[in-house]
């Protein structure tokens, strides 16, 4: 499952702007702000704790006053009981890293999109009591199964939503039907961008994996738009650092006998620089325990 995750979270950053706004008609409360940029800090997850990269993390211009606020956007390939338990502790991480715990701090939100499964159950709510009620998880929630997507690509033929959309309408009530495929692929068309038309050409085949349709869109998209390009360079890329993490961390396990630390493995899957990848294999050979190891990767 965690394909589809990685997946979808590279869909989300083809366009900040377009996903935003999208978010924003599911929200109960809009957040009245703009995309400004995407934050890729690195963070400790908690006081001494492992570092962590923000995935998904959009930084907003709020339209009043053109202060930043920031949306976390978490995917889940299915429904798990603890999601909006686990966007409740990032969002708290992250508002005390960017100081949004202070009165005059940036606010922080949280979006899930649900790629299976159909809405049920309301929001997280931590009571000490019925008439004291304590912390309240309220995420946007987007539960793609529960759209339409003929109602969806009619709002992108307008102009409504943003060609961005697209690689979701697959997992969408409808999506595998081979009339809208033609209408996907004459939006699509419409990306001057050859690059993002790869891109959704891809999410369009991966996403399909989870649906009914998958044999509609393989053959409504067969010879479609193929082309070699530097995104799909950059996903074969994607693969062998996530064959060097796997490799690595099945090296580490064997040679000490014992499951890999939770820092070093965070950070091992934390990472995409293939030379460091490289680097921590080859010290498998030379050190002989976990505190040695840890810290030769702390190395530049």
């Known amino acids: 499952m965690a394909t589809f995750d990685e997946a979808a979270r590279r869909a989300c950053k083809v366009d900040g702007i377009g996903l ?33 990269t923000d995935d998904v993390v959009c ?11 920031h949306l ?9 009981a603890d999601d909006l338990a686990r966007l409740g502790v990032y969002e708290l991480l992250l508002a005390i890293a960017v100081r949004g715990v202070l009165d005059d701090g940036p606010p922080v939100y949280g979006a899930i999109v649900h790629l299976t499964g159909s809405r049920k159950g309301g929001p997280l709510r931590l009571s000490k009591s019925a008439s004291h009620p304590g912390v309240l998880v309220k995420p946007i929630e987007v539960w793609l199964a529960d759209q339409g997507a ?27 039907e081979s009339q809208l495929i033609e209408r996907w692929k004459q939006l699509a068309v419409r ?20 649906t ?55 950070a091992i899957e934390g990472t995409n620089d293939l030379n460091a990848l490289e680097r921590w294999f080859r010290a ?5 325990s976990w505190a040695e190891f840890q810290a030769l990767m702390k190395q530049e």
């Open 150 to 176: 003929a109602d969806t690509l009619a709002r992108m033929e307008s102009g409504e939503l943003a060609l961005c959309i697209l690689p979701w309408v697959v997992l969408m009530r409808g999506g595998g």
């Open 72 to 80: 976390i956007v978490e995917v889940a390939t299915e429904p798990r």
């Open 284 to 288: 498998l050979f030379t050190v002989s």
């Open 20 to 52: 935003t706004l999208w978010l924003d008609r599911f929200a109960d409360e809009s957040p009245a702000a703009d995309f400004a940029s995407w934050d890729d800090s690195r963070r400790t997850s908690w006081p001494g704790g492992p570092e962590r």
């Open 191 to 210: 990306e001057p961008d050859v690059e993002k038309r790869a891109a959704y050409r891809h999410f369009a085949l991966e996403f399909a994996e989870l």
């Open 212 to 266: 009914p349709g998958l044999v509609n869109w393989q053959r409504g998209l067969e010879g479609w738009e193929m082309r070699e390009s530097q995104y799909s360079k950059s996903i074969e890329a994607k693969g062998e650092v996530r064959g060097r993490r796997a490799f690595l961390l099945e090296g580490l396990d064997l040679k000490f006998g014992s499951p890999v630390p939770e820092p070093i493995r965070l």
């Open 59 to 69: 930084v907003l211009r709020r339209r009043a006053d053109g202060k930043p606020a």
